[in-house]
């Protein structure tokens, strides 16, 4: 059974960068789709990028192409959100969640997945 965790966040002025970094336990992320997505105060979880496997295609909301990118390293187990913020990005908790792997099928919607993380809080400051 595979478990994830979160990590990275913390404190980012408009257009800097941060690189949140999601582990996982107990299975290689070879076999799984893995998706970030962020949950502002009083707002719904929002997909922001997801990766079908290692080297596999991947997705990006409209609001964050061109400025996020997701990567997997296989020999940490590990996925990247590497985001470079600008407006709108505002103050969200992000999440990392993981499902079986379907082929390239790129899981967009929260109730697809199985396992989440804790999150870790990005607060985005003027």
């Known amino acids: 059974e595979v478990h994830i965790a979160e990590s990275g966040g913390g404190t980012v002025q408009a257009g800097g960068s941060l690189r949140l970094s999601c582990a996982a336990f107990g299975s290689s992320l070879v076999d799984y789709a893995v998706g970030w997505f962020r949950q502002a105060p009083g707002k719904e979880r929002e997909a922001v990028s997801c990766i079908a496997s290692r080297d596999g295609p991947t997705y990006y909301a409209d609001s964050v192409k061109g400025r996020f990118s997701i990567s ?5 187990n ?3 959100l590497q985001m470079i913020s600008r407006p709108p990005d505002v103050t969200a908790i992000y999440y990392c969640a993981v499902r079986r ?4 099928y790129l899981p967009p919607m929260p109730h697809e997945y199985d396992k989440w993380g804790q999150g870790t809080q990005v607060t985005v400051s003027s």
């Not at 792997?101 to 390239?104: A, E, F, L, P």
């Open 72 to 76: 997997s390293d296989g020999a940490k």
């Open 78 to 80: 590990t996925v990247y």
């Open 101 to 104: 792997r379907q082929g390239s």
